[in-house]
């Protein structure tokens, strides 16, 4: 889908789940277009995808806050071409696919694929095709006579079986981090942490599964040879298993794979858990690091069920600057006892130490999550259906303490002034001297001097909705406005 969250506008990532998918289809024209990349003529694209390639199928992944994008361009397409089949999966359709069946009786949605898709949207076409039953497709809801029919679950894959993904027939290209080419790998799936804010369970199980690093360097080498300068590891918890993390870094290195950079998502317990993998992650070519540290409250860890893990915070931030590695921190701010003072803490602690940059977010009600039953129970949900806002930059919740517009407002104030932008980390120093030379001289200046015109000129509370109604707009994709039947 063509959405965006607001943090992350500097990347043009491609979709995962669809080039795996369309690596197991080996009897089939498929082709890959990401939304993402047009997201600016969205109708003009989509109108000549299907003059070029006359789709029989049309796969649609979302999110839950690219939901209501995907319905909206699904309901395009069928405007365009009653004929074509359109399936939805993603996490949203795997939480809400009962919700959505009832929503959706005359919608766009022909059929829905719960759960990992890999395979099961291979045994969708032989349905269509009559060499099967649909319903033989487990995980699979579909059409009949009118109804949803909801097939039962489907066990999680083998990945011993799951073919490499296909990146050579990507419609169109531009996938970027910063200025280079960036591309998607995964190692491993799920996570059996109790993080009551996380929907991965639904998706996964609380299991963990990993690929053989074998495959793991095949795919390295093929990302790389479509062009690929970054790769993102998208493993849910990479660092469940610290030692086989460090064998993946070790042949890495070893495969002379660590001439590109590297960005993972990781624990900070299991980071902090080894004393050599940081070492050896640099040496991979491990550039930024996506450190979930999540909140240094320890109330606030209890809560979300992540235990007393600020000694670990610490060490894994430690430990990963003394490599020159950036850190990314992750954020999750609005919990229910949040004052503004703990708000505050959380951006102090960061600045105290040298996070590189701050991914803040706000506790979202993700659909059929415990910390959304918790927060409907004590009536801290403020928003409970527009699943538009739902990605962590918008305020849903209120807290004991504090309205939605509050809590709104203190995360811009305290991003303002703790603003990564506008400070030189001793890791970014070290590693992008040029860069942060051009920052020092040119652009920290120009926007200073412009961020104390708009002072000047506005309130507070005039440059804060100024900049809410910008972000507000961001995924505003005004030419699929009609009248849906």
Known sequence: MPDMVPAFKGWRPPNLAISSIAGNLKEHDVYLADLILVRHRLTSAITKL???????????????????????????????????????????????????????????????????????????????????????????????????????????????????????????????????????????????????????????????????????????????????????????????????????????????????????????????????????????GFEFVFLGIENVSTRNLKMMKKGNILESIKKAVELLHDKDMLIIGGMIIGNQDDKEEDIAQNYEFFDRHNIDFISDQIITPYPKTGIREELIKANLVSNREDYSKYNGFWANVRTKHLSSEELQFLKWKYKRKYSTFFKTTPSFKSRFPLVNLLRVLLLRPYFRIKDATRSLRRTESEIFLEDMDKFNHLNDFKELDFELH
């Open 50 to 284: 299907l003059s070029e390639y006359n789709p029989a199928l049309i796969g649609i992944s979302a999110m839950s806050f690219q939901f209501n994008t995907a319905r909206r361009i699904a309901a395009f397409i069928k405007n365009l071409d009653s004929s074509i089949k359109i399936v939805l999966g993603g996490y949203h359709a795997t939480l809400m696919y009962r919700e959505i069946g009832e929503e959706n009786k005359d919608g766009p949605f022909d059929f829905i694929l719960r759960g990992e898709s890999d395979l099961s949207f291979g045994e969708l076409i032989s349905a269509i095709e009559g060499k099967a039953n649909f319903s033989e497709v487990m995980g699979l809801s579909f059409r009949q006579e009118g109804i949803f029919i909801h097939n039962q679950p489907r066990p999680l894959e083998d990945l011993s079986k799951i073919a490499l993904p296909n990146r050579t027939n990507r419609v169109w290209r531009g996938y970027s981090f910063g200025a280079k080419q960036l591309d998607i790998i995964e190692t491993s799936r799920g996570c059996t942490m109790p993080c009551n804010f996380c929907s991965m369970n639904h998706m996964y199980g609380r299991k963990f599964r990993a690929y053989e690093i074998e495959r793991v360097i095949k795919d390295i080498s093929h990302a790389k040879k479509e062009g690929a300068k970054y790769l993102a590891i998208a493993d849910d918890n990479i660092t469940l298993n610290p030692k086989r993390f460090e064998e993946l870094c070790d042949t890495i290195t070893s495969e002379g794979h660590n001439d590109i950079r590297y960005i993972v998502q990781t624990s900070c317990t299991g980071i902090a858990s080894s004393k050599t993998l940081a070492t050896k992650m640099a040496r991979a």
